[in-house]
């Protein structure tokens, strides 16, 4: 006689319905934006009526910074990411996964915008933030190859507002930073002598690449449980 799976429990339901929430509403906000985002709608997508989603979530805000979690874990789980490279979404043929992307990061533009305005969001979005920085302390703590007056904590703090800075631009319409050009600019501050070099492709440094991976993995993990 075949044994039947254990049923499902009370919490692994209830997370369940979280998670398919969460799913729906990173649709819906890269669909519509922050603003025009409807918690009814988003509940409908997930197969869900409002009230579940204010059983999970308190507002629209709250499920916002959710999805954010969610990105996060999402990144933990692939064991961090490459600075330095243009992640396969951006460059995928399928404009659906472009726009998707492009619409969150709008999404979270308006977003800020409204955290600004209040005090406990805006500490919220600091916290997340902070991973992002901490994340590119990690990079520099495994590439920095000379002293610096900088601390690592600084220096990733520059790389961040770089990289986030060259995505708003971008966002807004220019081309006057392509990814060439940030990848310099990341190199410079992490070691000017390497700034105009070429592609790496021997194997020391294709380890070394490795190691910056799984360090800034590392980073990023610490930061997220704090």
């Known amino acids: 006689m075949t044994d039947l799976p254990d049923p499902m429990s009370r919490r692994d339901r209830q997370r369940q319905t979280r998670d398919a929430i969460v799913f729906a509403a990173r649709e819906a906000f890269a669909e519509g934006g922050y603003h025009a985002a409807n918690l009814e709608a988003i509940a409908r997508r997930a197969g869900f009526s409002k009230g579940a989603v204010y059983s999970n979530f308190a507002g629209k805000a709250e499920l916002f910074l959710a999805v954010i979690d969610a990105n996060i874990e999402q990144s933990?789980?692939?064991?961090?990411?490459?600075?330095?490279?243009?992640?396969?979404e951006w460059n995928s043929e399928d404009p659906?996964?472009?726009?998707a992307i492009r619409g969150f990061a709008l999404a979270t533009l308006?977003?800020?915008?409204?955290?600004a305005r209040d005090a406990k969001l805006s500490e919220a979005m600091a916290a997340r933030m902070n991973v992002l920085v901490a994340t590119y302390a990690g990079v520099v703590e495994a590439?920095?190859?000379?002293?610096?007056?900088?601390?690592?904590?600084?220096?990733g703090a520059l790389l961040a507002a770089l990289d986030q800075g060259a995505a708003a631009l971008s966002l807004a319409g220019s081309h006057a930073i392509d990814q060439s050009l940030l990848r310099a600019g990341m190199l410079r501050l992490l070691d000017?002598?390497?700034?105009?070099?070429?592609?790496?492709?021997?194997?020391?440094?294709?380890?070394?690449d490795r190691v910056i991976r799984a360090r800034v993995a590392a980073a990023l993990r610490e930061a997220y449980r704090e």
């Open 76 to 88: 933990l789980a692939q064991g961090g990411w490459d600075v330095f490279e243009t992640p396969d």
């Open 192 to 208: 000017p002598s390497q700034a105009g070099e070429p592609e790496r492709g021997d194997g020391e440094s294709a380890l070394h």
């Open 96 to 99: 659906r996964i472009r726009d």
């Open 143 to 155: 590439s920095r190859v000379q002293d610096d007056d900088l601390t690592s904590e600084q220096l």
């Open 110 to 115: 308006e977003f800020i915008a409204v955290a």
